[in-house]
């Protein structure tokens, strides 16, 4: 079992990260409310440490290894409580975990319907099962300092540093990757996710 995953991240797609570790590069899905504060957490060269549950998805008459990454035991901890509760398994779970961790043990706690039914594949009666099964059992993942991170990530300042990081993990030379950031910031105002610049900065490249 791939308990964790370090290395450099060569590919970054929507939910999910590609990993190199030495020649070897693993595929690891991310939780939306992790993948916004995965910049927060690269190291100097770029590297990061990815805490994995790692399971077999059946499909057809194969089974498929998927790995599901984070960054720290405590978010792993709550996705493994978090589908315990019936018609809940990891792909339901990395989908509907988009806010911030805290938040929805706070939602859970305080029996609020409204909240878990606005996350994604969540309905009214799956959320009542939620609260059923995990209130006064989760407050210790309301502790989680997730919200402010989720609030600043953005920030046009954060959002640059993550694209930064990821070009220069792509082998593009700073003065350069910096060029093309700021080429991109100053022909969109409206950028407000690290992915959203990272497609414009392709595009202002294809224009060359």
């Given amino acids: 079992m791939i308990s964790r995953v370090t290395g450099k991240i ?8 590609v990993v190199d570790i030495n020649g070897l590069a693993y595929q690891v899905f991310v939780p939306t409310t992790v993948m916004q504060r995965v910049g927060e957490s690269l190291t100097a060269d770029g590297s990061i440490c990815l805490q994995t549950f790692h399971y077999l998805q059946s499909d057809a008459n194969k089974s498929i290894p998927v790995l599901i990454g984070f960054l720290n035991d405590i978010e792993k901890d709550f996705f493994e409580i978090f589908i315990t509760v019936s018609g809940i398994g990891p792909r339901a779970a990395l989908k509907a975990l988009n806010k911030p961790i805290s938040e929805i043990a ?3 706690d305080e029996g609020d319907l409204l ?3 606005s996350l994604p594949g969540i309905g009214e009666q799956r959320a009542k099962e939620i609260i059923a099964k995990l209130q006064n059992k989760i407050g ?5 300092q997730d919200r402010k991170s989720k609030e600043t990530s953005v920030k046009a300042k954060d ?9 220069l993990q792509l082998e593009y030379k700073r003065s350069e990757a910096l060029q093309m950031i700021k080429k991109s910031l100053e022909a969109s ?3 407000n996710t690290t992915e959203e610049l990272l497609n414009l900065v392709y595009k202002q490249r294809k224009l060359k």
């Fill in 10 to 17: 060569i590919e970054k797609g929507n939910n999910y990260l």
């Fill in 106 to 108: 706070r939602a859970i």
């Fill in 115 to 117: 909240f878990l039914k």
């Fill in 140 to 144: 210790r993942f309301g502790l989680i």
């Fill in 159 to 167: 959002i640059s540093e993550e694209a930064l990081a990821v070009l």
């Fill in 189 to 191: 105002a409206d950028i």
